[in-house]
């Protein structure tokens, strides 16, 4: 199994910045691309950024310029810098890795449990 875990969250004013930092642990093999999403009160969750072991970043339109996604591949790890935070960024924000574990070839989504971003204006 693969575990995914967030920190980093919490409350701040607008124009604020925070770092989100994800984890993967556990039975991978190779994971072939991490991200963050968000989901805010009655919306859908949507992609915030996303980047892959070779190192392609994307970004949803309303972060571009705001936010940074990092990745060591080594550890396993993704952070995401956030800045100028504007209060339309609350969300409960998610981690995700694409990985493909030693039991099996093929590859699975594994999802962090969320943390709360809250900007306040």
């Known amino acids: 199994q693969v575990q995914v875990v967030e920190s980093g969250g919490g409350l701040v004013q607008a124009g604020a910045s925070l770092r989100l930092s994800c984890a993967a642990s556990g039975n991978i093999f190779r994971i072939n691309a991490m991200g963050w999403y968000r989901q805010a009160p009655g919306k859908q969750r949507e992609l915030v950024a996303g980047i892959t072991s070779g190192g392609s970043i994307n970004y949803a339109d309303s972060v571009k310029g705001r936010f940074t996604i990092s990745r060591d591949n080594a550890k396993n790890t993704v952070n995401l810098e956030m800045n100028s935070l504007k209060p339309e960024d609350t969300a409960v924000y998610y981690c995700?890795?694409?990985?493909?574990?030693?039991?099996?070839?093929?590859?699975?989504?594994?999802w962090g449990q969320g943390t709360q971003v809250t900007v306040s204006s």
């Open positions: 995700k890795a694409d990985a493909t574990t030693y039991y099996t070839s093929r590859r699975i989504d594994y």
